[in-house]
Antibody, heavy 120, light 104 residues
Framework: QITLKESGPTLVKPTQTLTLTCTFS??????????VGWIRQPPGKALEWVAL???????RYSPSLKSRLTITKDTSKNQVVLTLTNMDPVDTATYYC????????????WGQGALVIVSS | EIVLTQSPATLSLSPGERATLSCRAS??????LAWYQQKPGQAPRLLIH???NRATGIPARFSGSGSGTDFTLTISSLEPEDFAVYYC??????FGGGTKVEIK
């Protein structure tokens, strides 16, 4: 059974850096073709893809957020870390991490999500 | 960046009716198109991957079709638990704006 869980601060101030951790089980990020992605959803709005890291450390970023994003993995801990710099109130959202099965283009399993509020 | 446009934005139907949701891509995505269902307060759930393959445990009333730029999600007979928001997503990761299926 695959599980993922997001953790990090609920409240951040404008201009601060957000660091979110996705801790997962039931799969390995050393398996060929596997990825872990981050997707966010502002309150009452649509899903927005943020970033993706693959088993081979290939990284993909949303073009609109690329300059502010970093995604890394720690395979020994089964964790993926997302950092987003220079936070703004428009970054207020629920942030989800999700498992991308081997050589597939979808997200099969999702975490419960972590609400991040940006406010002074 | 590939843009996905979903229509209609809202679909008002009664239980037992057929629902047809559309997702159009700004350029070809081959068959790399997925559909998700999301209910209030919950994470999205994968319904369909690679345009027409049902994910594990998804009922047969959900079906997907299409290729290239035009895709359809069909719910053959709406059950009460199917009233939700549906999103499409393409290989390069962008999501559509969603279609809300509401009770008429």
């Amino acid at each position: 059974q695959i599980t993922l869980k997001e953790s990090g601060p609920t409240l951040v101030k404008p201009t601060q850096t957000l660091t979110l951790t996705c801790t997962f089980s039931g799969f390995s990020l050393t398996t060929s073709g596997v990825g872990v992605g981050w997707i966010r959803q502002p309150p009452g709005k649509a899903l927005e893809w943020v970033a993706l890291i693959y088993w081979n450390d290939d990284k993909r970023y949303s073009p609109s957020l690329k300059s502010r994003l970093t995604i890394t993995k720690d395979t020994s801990k089964n964790q993926v870390v997302l950092t987003l710099t220079n936070m703004d109130p428009v970054d207020t959202a629920t942030y989800y991490c999700a498992h991308r099965p081997s050589y597939r283009a979808d997200y099969e399993s999702w975490g419960q999500g972590a609400l991040v509020i940006v406010s002074s | 960046e590939i843009v996905l446009t979903q229509s209609p934005a809202t679909l008002s139907l009664s239980p037992g009716e057929r629902a047809t949701l559309s997702c159009r891509a700004s350029q070809s995505v081959s068959r790399y198109l997925a559909w998700y269902q999301q209910k209030p307060g919950q994470a999205p759930r994968l319904l369909i991957h690679d345009a027409s393959n049902r994910a594990t445990g998804i009922p047969a009333r959900f079906s997907g079709s299409g290729s290239g730029t035009d895709f359809t999600l069909t719910i053959s007979s709406l059950e009460p638990e199917d009233f939700a928001v549906y999103y499409c997503q393409q290989r390069e990761n962008t999501f559509g704006g969603g279609t809300k299926v509401e009770i008429k």
